[in-house]
């Protein structure tokens, strides 16, 4: 079982940036692929951004060159630094952790950007 919390989420003005941390509870956080997903009001729940065990990234389209997705192993946590924020990126913010059958959400951290 793992349990993942979501935190760094608020208010900004179009342009500016944020930090997202997901802070993962167990032992095997290492061997998880992690992962971002937002979901704006109306709207489906999109992938955002992948990092695998091994550190290898993959990027939505609509956030390559914005967003850096991030893992410390030796913290249990993974980040999502996004810079240069519009208001399409208004959604709220899911962490993932997935393995083989294995697969765990968090429950959320809003990001508001204001135009």
């Known amino acids: 079982q793992v349990q993942l919390v979501e935190s760094g989420g608020g208010l900004v003005q179009a342009g500016g940036s944020l930090r997202l941390s997901c802070q993962a509870s167990?032992?095997?956080?290492?061997?998880?692929?992690m992962g971002w997903f937002r979901q704006a009001p109306g709207k489906a729940r999109e992938f955002v951004a992948t990092i695998t065990s091994g550190g290898t990234t993959n990027y939505a389209d609509s956030v390559k060159g914005r967003f850096t997705i991030s893992r410390d192993n030796a913290e249990n946590t993974m980040y999502l630094q996004m810079s240069s924020l519009t208001p399409d990126d208004t959604a709220n913010y899911y962490c993932?952790?997935?393995?083989?059958?294995?697969?765990?959400w968090g429950q959320g951290t809003q990001v508001t950007v204001s135009s």
């Open positions: 167990g032992r095997t956080f290492s061997s998880y692929t």
């Open positions: 993932r952790a997935s393995r083989s059958i294995f697969d765990y």
